[in-house]
Nanobody, 129 residues
Framework: QVRLVESGGDSVQPGGALRLSCVAS????????VAWFRRRSREQGREGVV?????????SYGNSVKGRFTMSTDTTKMKFELQMNSLEPGDTGLYLC?????????????????????WGQGTQVNVSS
């Protein structure tokens, strides 16, 4: 059974940084796309933050986080991390890790919620002064 467990969420001031982690278990297919999504409030849907294939050099980032967030992977530990710098109040939300076998036509990993089958429970990030 595929399981994804996130950690690292916390409360920080604007301009601060956090590092989130997601540990996957229940599968050994390192070609499976992994992604981070966030939900800013209960009323809003999930927004794609970043997606990539573990071990790949390039990732697909959402426009609102480009240049500030970086995703990295450790396939030996099935661990996926999200380094978040220059945090803004708008980055507040529940951050969720997800995995899928679906790819875009060009081989890249999707950032659409509907393409992801496996989800973690999320870790909360609060950015405020």
């Amino acid at each position: 059974q595929v399981r994804l467990v996130e950690s690292g969420g916390d409360s920080v001031q604007p301009g601060g940084a956090l590092r989130l982690s997601c540990v996957a278990s229940g599968y050994n297919n390192t070609n499976r796309c992994v992604a981070w999504f966030r939900r800013r409030s209960r009323e809003q849907g999930r927004e794609g933050v970043v997606s990539l294939v573990p071990g790949a050099k390039s990732a697909s980032y959402g426009n609102s986080v480009k240049g500030r967030f970086t995703m990295s992977t450790d396939t030996t530990k099935m661990k996926f991390e999200l380094q978040m710098n220059s945090l803004e109040p708008g980055d507040t939300g529940l951050y969720l890790c997800a995995a899928t076998l679906v790819r875009n036509g060009d081989g890249s990993c999707p950032l659409a919620v509907t393409e992801y089958r496996f989800w973690g429970q999320g870790t909360q990030v609060n950015v405020s002064s």
